[in-house]
Nanobody
């Protein structure tokens, strides 16, 4: 089992910045990548950013150049730095890992961007 605990998030004005964090615990051996997803009201959950165990990253087109995913292996923590936030970034953000074909999700954290 893997436990994922998210922190950060909140309310920010458009153009502002926020950082969300996700700390993994439990059986973390075998995790190849950690992801951030988001789900806005009435929309499907979508992948925002991914970082692999080797440090490779990829991003959704909507956030490229504005969001940065990073990790601290010593803390088993992944971060999502969100800059130049837009109202359309408003969503619940979820941390996710895939380990041996099992999906694990954090509880989700609200990010709200006011115009």
């Amino acid at each position: 089992q893997v436990q994922l605990v998210e922190s950060g998030g909140g309310l920010v004005q458009a153009g502002g910045s926020l950082r969300v964090s996700c700390t993994a615990s439990g059986s973390i051996f075998g995790i190849n990548a950690m992801d951030w997803y988001r789900q806005a009201p009435g929309k499907q959950r979508e992948l925002v950013a991914r970082i692999t165990s080797g440090g490779s990253t990829n991003y959704a087109d909507a956030v490229k150049g504005r969001f940065t995913i990073s990790k601290d292996n010593a803390k088993n923590t992944v971060y999502l730095q969100m800059n130049s936030l837009k109202p359309e970034d408003t969503a619940i953000y979820y941390c996710h890992v895939l380990r041996y074909m099992n999906n694990y999700w954090g509880q989700g954290i609200q990010v709200t961007v006011s115009s």
